[in-house]
């Protein structure tokens, strides 16, 4: 699979950001249970369906470096397990389980013509502690974007810079933004990747479009978490690919 890395917005060394309003608080003397914590960790991804009403970010609204951007730190993922879902496949990190749950599988089913609601999650995986979650949501576009059109590239939803206002929640410092292009038999499939910090949180989406619906990859992790396993979270991430 061939792998080409367009112009970044700016290189990926430092926040460009560095106002992040944490709202976290000290989880010293509080009992957890891993599922409490696997919410926990992926709450940052859930709120980037609620951000088409966001401003973008800083850091994107100003100009673009015209350096070369360097190279994104990614690790070799061939020796990882491949799980195929739904239209897409993606590697998970060694030593990472299934954490998909019973509700999970149901959603989208449709019992006596009731509205059937939409799956939360096409696959979920996570560390043996729970901290760190390798996630995949499948959304028609234009629930992401109000349109008549169904969108067929993520091209179609705007610039990098303009679906940063789709996939980046407001208050986020971002340090990583940049279209990927993919080769596919039939040509290159264009991918946008973003990395930010949110809440204590680290995350790394990769989304695409496909027939009208959005792809999105996303991996979560503690920030301290990131300083060690960063490299494996961004390539999970980044090894998604649309089928």
């Known amino acids: 699979m061939a792998l080409l890395l367009s112009s970044s917005l700016h290189p990926p060394t430092s926040p460009l950001n560095p ?9 010293s003397n509080a009992v957890i249970t891993k599922r409490q914590l696997i919410i926990n960790t992926t709450t940052s991804f859930s709120i980037i369906f609620g951000a088409q009403q966001n401003p973008v970010p800083q850091c994107l609204a100003q100009p673009s470096n015209p350096s070369k951007p360097s190279a994104l730190n990614i690790a070799n993922t061939k020796a990882w397990f491949q799980f195929y879902g739904d239209g897409f496949a993606i590697r998970v990190p060694p030593e990472f389980e299934d954490i998909m749950e019973p509700e999970d599988f149901n959603a989208g089913a449709s019992l006596y013509g009731d509205k059937a609601k939409p799956r939360p999650f096409a696959a979920r995986f996570a560390s043996t502690d729970g901290s760190e979650v390798l996630s995949v949501v499948i959304r028609p576009t234009n629930q992401l974007k109000i349109t008549f059109l169904e969108a067929q590239e993520i091209t179609d939803l705007g610039s990098i810079k303009d679906a940063a206002k789709i996939f980046v929640p407001g208050g986020a410092t971002l340090y990583n933004a940049r279209t990927i292009k993919i080769k596919e038999d039939e040509g290159f499939k264009t991918y946008y990747f973003y990395e930010f910090g949110r809440d204590e949180q680290h995350i790394a989406i990769m989304a695409t479009v ?4 959005a792809i999105i990859a996303a991996t979560t992790a503690p920030q301290s978490k990131w300083d060690d396993d960063g490299v494996k979270l961004r390539s999970a991430a980044i090894s998604l690919t649309v089928l």
Do not use: A, Q
């Open 19 to 27: 106002k992040l309003n944490s709202l976290s608080t000290p989880l």
């Open 210 to 213: 496909n027939g009208g619906k």
